[in-house]
């Protein structure tokens, strides 16, 4: 096996590029052990291990400075895409791990959806930008199953479920839509600028629910 190709593989560590990535932005190895709260003679020791497995220097000495060689600029180069792929990981793990990303499936019905959705949609995205929103439109007696076998995880509804066991979802209201009263331009209360619940006895009305409820697995 090429020793660059076994250094490489085995006895290249992480600690090596951070110091060329640190050399870069501070430019003195003084700086650098200051950084990483260590001694000189300790990153000289890293710096050494580093050259030699690779067989070739790092860093050049021009004047009183020393300098990156073309391999040491090679290596700092990809040591930089190394560390930003490695902060990446750790966000999305992160992110994983704390639930804010991942997918979220909601089921909500023709009414609510328009209304609801775009908030809901704009709302996770700003506290979980990670997190993608699937949305599906149907009854409520087609939502409901879906819940309970797993498919979706929460359904927008203004009615309860029908035909679950009590304790098999959790609901939360989430809003209260206004009650308005619509009458034809006819009407006996057409004109009237207040309405009581009293007005409405003995008339026939369509109301519908007023709240709109989440609901969850338990």
Same mark, same amino acid.
């Given at each position: 096996m090429d020793p660059i190709e076994r250094f490489f593989q085995a006895g290249l560590k992480l600690n090596h590029l951070r110091l060329l990535t640190l050399f870069d932005s501070l430019g003195q190895i003084r700086l650098v052990a200051e950084k990483l709260n260590v001694t000189q003679p300790a990153i000289s020791k890293q710096l050494a291990e580093l050259e030699a497995g690779l067989g070739v220097s790092v860093m050049t000495r021009v004047g009183n400075r020393l300098q990156l060689t073309a391999v040491g600029e090679t290596l700092t180069k990809r040591a930089r895409e190394v560390f930003h792929q490695l902060e990446q990981a750790?966000?999305?793990v992160d992110a994983l791990t704390s639930g804010i /990303?991942? &997918?979220i499936s909601v089921g909500a019905v023709a009414t609510v959806l328009p209304v609801f959705a775009p908030e809901l949609i704009l709302e996770l &995205?700003?506290?979980a930008p990670h997190v993608n929103v699937a949305l599906q439109e149907a009854t /409520? =007696?087609?939502l409901f199953p879906l819940l309970a076998n797993g498919s979706l995880d929460f359904v927008l509804s203004r009615t309860e479920p029908v035909g679950f066991g009590k304790t098999e979802f959790a609901s939360h209201i989430i809003m209260d839509d206004p009650i308005v009263v619509v009458?034809?331009?006819d009407h006996p209360l057409a004109n009237?600028? +207040?309405v +009581?619940?009293? =007005?409405?006895a003995g008339s026939p009305w369509i109301l519908p629910p007023s709240r709109l409820l989440n609901f969850g697995p338990v």
């Open positions: 750790r966000y999305e /990303s991942g &997918k &995205k700003r506290r /409520s =007696d087609r009458c034809g331009r009237r600028r +207040t +009581t619940p009293e =007005d409405l």
